[in-house]
């Protein structure tokens, strides 16, 4: 059984990872994209923010399909079909069509939520925090090797790079569909099963704390997508004559430069969010409360205050960011950035080591409506950093305007010492229901 477990575990995260390399494959692209269609900044931002529009309801769909039919088979669905429109984009050369051949792409961003159920009907509650950690960190390192490697690799050539990955998208499709188990045991599956109804994701959805969590998670993975599309032609715009400095000058000099710097915050996010896993393990462990506000007695109280200590310094993070690029220093904006990698990687890890703790009966449509919604936040994102002819300050008016009003809502909704996912909209009409 250990064994198996240890399978699915590896079977998860290798399909997320594979699919996070496509998702952002694209703007890994986005200078050479950009030049080759002579695309404005506004046109970049459209862009980058396209690669997050179909995340919101198809991981809400695609946690409720997993509850239903299972995580292998789902996953198994998604890396096929994107893989399929991957290779198809690989031979377009009109950038409307290629512009809907790649949101369509985006659409394997939704498989995060189907791995996080599958490592929650296999792995126990004391050590779920380390298991959600790896898989989901291992798996959003793919966004950085993305940015990191595939320049490196094919140049300017990004149709090359999308029949590839959709190539072995395939193949990875196939090997899941056969050795994928969904759950460890076959009542388990069936209780998940049972759950997938309409009412009790009408539950899970208005509850308060799910909405917090959901809304963490916007400040945290909604952020870092957000900044994987972001990031690379902020880097072009914002420091392009410290670019050239360093010796890049070429279309593809530039793209690999900005590709790298890009790449650090992702990195850092994905490598450290076992770390964060482990925190909230430990946090629990040695049952560490130290925040006002937020409830001390609740059997999981301690990875509440881990996760919203990580919601703070995430907002504090924004704000050096906007400083370090209003200096006009490269190196200090990578190093704020490797700061916020991190922050965020905190903000990630503790919020999934609390979603299959708090729903345990729906743990698919908890995952997608946490992991769902807040990605829309990554919609937004771009779209404010590219309004404004400064490109540095949109990171201060998301911290001030979006971050800090998401923070002072999860204080108030992990309030509660008595079982806050109790707590929420519509809860006497379910009660009366249930009556």
């Given at each position: 059984?250990?064994?198996?477990?240890?399978?699915?575990?590896?079977?998860?995260?290798?399909?997320?990872?594979?699919?996070?390399?496509?998702?952002?494959?694209?703007?890994?692209?986005?200078?050479?994209?950009?030049?080759?269609?002579?695309?404005?900044?506004?046109?970049?931002?459209?862009?980058?923010?396209?690669?997050?529009?179909?995340?919101?309801?198809?991981?809400?769909?695609?946690?409720?399909?997993?509850?239903?039919?299972?995580?292998?088979?789902?996953f198994?669905?998604?890396?096929?079909?994107?893989?399929?429109?991957?290779?198809?984009?690989?031979?377009?050369?009109?950038?409307?069509?290629?512009?809907?051949?790649?949101?369509?792409v985006?659409i394997?961003?939704?498989?995060?939520?189907?791995?996080?159920?599958?490592?929650?009907?296999?792995?126990?509650?004391?050590?779920?925090?380390?298991?959600?950690?790896?898989?989901?960190?291992?798996?959003?390192v793919?966004?950085?090797?993305?940015?990191?490697?595939?320049?490196?690799?094919?140049?300017?050539?990004?149709?090359?790079?999308f029949?590839?990955?959709?190539?072995?998208?395939?193949?990875?499709?196939?090997?899941?569909?056969?050795?994928?188990?969904?759950?460890?045991?076959?009542?388990?599956?069936?209780?998940?099963?049972?759950?997938?109804?309409?009412?009790?994701?009408?539950?899970?959805?208005?509850?308060?704390?799910?909405?917090?969590l959901?809304?963490?998670?916007?400040?945290?993975?909604g952020?870092?997508?957000a900044?994987?599309?972001?990031?690379?032609?902020?880097?072009?715009?914002g420091?392009?004559?410290?670019?050239?400095?360093?010796?890049?000058?070429?279309?593809?000099?530039?793209?690999?430069?900005?590709?790298?710097?890009?790449?650090?915050?992702?990195?850092?996010?994905?490598?450290?969010?076992?770390?964060?896993?482990?925190?909230?393990?430990?946090?629990?462990?040695?049952?560490?409360?130290?925040?006002?506000?937020?409830?001390?007695?609740?059997?999981?109280?301690?990875?509440?205050?881990?996760?919203?200590?990580?919601l703070?310094?995430?907002?504090?993070?924004?704000?050096?960011?906007?400083?370090?690029?209003?200096?006009?220093?490269?190196?200090?904006?990578?190093?704020?950035?490797?700061?916020?990698?991190?922050?965020?990687?905190?903000?990630?890890?503790?919020?999934?080591?609390?979603?299959?703790?708090?729903?345990?009966?729906?743990?698919?449509?908890?995952?997608?409506?946490?992991?769902?919604?807040?990605?829309?936040?990554?919609?937004?994102?771009?779209?404010?950093?590219?309004?404004?002819?400064?490109?540095?300050?949109?990171?201060?008016?998301?911290?001030?305007?979006?971050?800090?009003?998401?923070?002072?809502?999860?204080?108030?909704?992990?309030?509660?010492e008595?079982?806050?996912?109790?707590?929420?909209?519509?809860?006497?009409?379910?009660?009366?229901?249930?009556?």
């Amino acid at each position: 059984m250990k064994t198996h477990k240890v399978e699915q575990l590896i079977l998860a995260t290798l399909g997320f990872f594979w699919c996070f390399l496509m998702w952002f494959s694209t703007a890994a692209f986005s200078p050479s994209i950009a030049a080759h269609y002579r695309l404005s900044i506004q046109a970049l931002g459209l862009l980058a923010s396209s690669a997050i529009w179909m995340a919101p309801v198809g991981r809400i769909i695609a946690g409720w399909a997993s509850d239903r039919f299972g995580a292998p088979r789902t996953f198994a669905f998604i890396l096929a079909g994107c893989g399929l429109i991957s290779v198809a984009s690989a031979y377009t050369s009109d950038y409307r069509l290629l512009f809907m051949e790649r949101t369509i792409v985006a659409i394997a961003g939704v498989s995060f939520v189907v791995g996080i159920q599958h490592v929650a009907q296999w792995f126990d509650a004391n050590e779920i925090g380390t298991a959600e950690g790896l898989y989901a960190g291992t798996g959003n390192v793919g966004a950085g090797i993305g940015a990191l490697v595939l320049p490196r690799i094919f140049g300017t050539n990004y149709h090359g790079a999308f029949l590839w990955l959709g190539t072995i998208a395939i193949g990875i499709a196939a090997w899941y569909l056969v050795r994928g188990s969904a759950a460890k045991s076959a009542q388990q599956r069936k209780l998940v099963r049972e759950r997938s109804n309409i009412r009790d994701t009408v539950f899970v959805w208005s509850r308060y704390i799910a909405i917090a969590l959901m809304l963490a998670y916007a400040m945290s993975f909604g952020l870092e997508i957000a900044m994987n599309a972001w990031l690379p032609g902020y880097f072009t715009r914002g420091f392009h004559d410290a670019i050239l400095a360093l010796g890049f000058t070429s279309v593809a000099g530039v793209q690999i430069a900005a590709g790298t710097f890009a790449a650090v915050q992702s990195f850092t996010a994905s490598l450290f969010r076992p770390f964060s896993g482990f925190m909230s393990d430990l946090f629990q462990r040695r049952k560490w409360a130290p925040l006002p506000f937020i409830a001390k007695s609740l059997p999981y109280a301690p990875r509440l205050h881990w996760l919203g200590i990580s919601l703070v310094l995430i907002t504090l993070s924004m704000v050096g960011l906007t400083i370090a690029g209003q200096t006009g220093s490269l190196h200090l904006s990578v190093g704020v950035l490797v700061v916020m990698g991190v922050f965020i990687s905190c903000g990630t890890g503790g919020t999934f080591a609390l979603v299959p703790l708090l729903f345990p009966d729906r743990p698919g449509a908890a995952a997608g409506f946490v992991g769902g919604v807040s990605t829309a936040a990554a919609i937004v994102y771009p779209l404010v950093f590219s309004t404004n002819s400064h490109i540095h300050m949109g990171y201060m008016r998301v911290a001030l305007y979006i971050f800090v009003p998401f923070v002072l809502f999860y204080f108030w909704a992990a309030r509660y010492e008595l079982q806050p996912e109790e707590h929420g909209l519509l809860s006497r009409a379910l009660a009366a229901e249930d009556a």
